[in-house]
């Protein structure tokens, strides 16, 4: 049985780092997000006796060693949770995306989210986005939230009846505009995780992290943007210490990440804009503002020297159902 399935990336708002579980995936504490849109990812998954073998190709280039292994694992987790006979045939996923990967966008959370509902599709799952995002954890954390999709929760948990994801409910979608800052430059998301309970931070961040996730949820109930993007703000300054006091002191941030970082106070601070940076583990800078602002604000990020693009709030993964859509 062949399924095809979209979806978006997630910009993380209060982030995860580190996890008690790299084979589960089951991170310390909880994460929020927002997936953004059009940036998408299309997946196509077929069970079959005509292959040889399972095959994984993303963007026209088979996979091999490590990313092998993880996708591997979204698609025996897929396997396990279901009767259908036609699982035990070996499987071809193939997958594009069209946004820039490993420039710290986010790819390897719409990957596995597009691979898990694909995947759930084919394997005859009857399966609500929450356990899908079960699915889509094993292969990547964040990839749990885009699967659920918009302003979304990964609670923390030793098992999928808790460690999955959930929808917060607000309306910040109607107004939120992402000016993306393109700065290709990037380091496996994978490498910070495994090295960032060696960090002197990693303590200081966790005791305080889940009172964030309070806050930034309340907020978003009450639909209060400064709080939102001030705190998810902040948040990324938190991770980034965390990871920059790494054995590997990997700093990932560069030159053009910090001029964006600074025009986006400038125009906080001098023209009363509301207007919040973030960023995930890479030095591409989200700028989150209102609609009202952003293609002034967009203009002003673009004139420190990076490309940019305008993005919205991307919905829940799902499937595909014209056979065009069909990668094979």
């Keep these: 049985m062949k399924a095809t399935a979209m ?45 040889d073998e399972d095959t994984f190709v993303v963007d026209g280039e088979e996979l091999e060693g490590r990313a092998h292994e993880r996708v591997e694992a979204v698609v025996e987790k897929a396997r396990s949770m279901s009767d259908a006979a036609h699982t035990v045939y ?59 999709g918009a302003f979304s929760q990964l609670h923390t948990g030793m098992n999928d009846e808790d460690c999955r994801s959930r929808r917060i409910p607000t309306n910040l979608h109607e107004d939120l505009k992402i000016i993306v800052g393109l700065v290709p430059y990037h380091k496996e998301t994978e490498d910070a995780h495994d090295e960032a309970e060696d960090s002197h931070m990693f303590q200081a961040r966790n005791a305080h992290i889940h009172e964030q996730i309070a806050k930034m949820r309340d907020s978003l109930r009450e639909d209060d943007f400064d709080a939102v993007f001030e705190r998810a703000e902040h948040d990324s300054l938190s991770l980034a210490a965390t990871t920059m006091t790494g054995p590997e002191g990997w ?16 125009l906080r601070e001098e023209e009363d804009i509301p207007v919040y940076f973030s960023t995930d583990t890479g030095a591409s800078v989200y700028v989150n503002t209102t609609e009202e602002h952003a293609e002034f604000v967009e203009e002003e990020i673009s004139d420190t020297g990076v490309s940019t693009t305008i993005w919205d709030v991307g919905g829940p993964a799902r499937l595909l159902e014209d056979e065009d859509d069909h990668l094979f």
């Design 90 to 148: 070996p499987v071809r996923l193939e997958s594009e995306n069209s946004f820039p990967t490993n420039v710290g966008l986010g790819s390897s959370s719409s990957g596995f989210a597009a691979a898990a509902m694909a995947l759930a599709e084919a394997a005859e799952l009857d399966a609500s986005r929450e356990e899908i995002s079960t699915i889509a954890r094993v292969g990547s954390a964040s990839a749990a939230r885009a699967v659920t």
């Design 7 to 51: 979806a978006h990336p997630i910009q993380g708002l209060v982030k995860y780092h580190g996890m008690r579980d790299h084979v589960e995936r089951l991170p310390y504490h909880d994460s929020i997000s927002v997936c953004t849109a059009p940036s998408h990812t299309r997946t196509t998954v077929e069970f079959s006796m005509d292959y």
């Design 251 to 266: 700093v990932y941030w560069q030159p053009a990440t910090l001029a964006v970082f600074n025009r986006v106070r400038e």
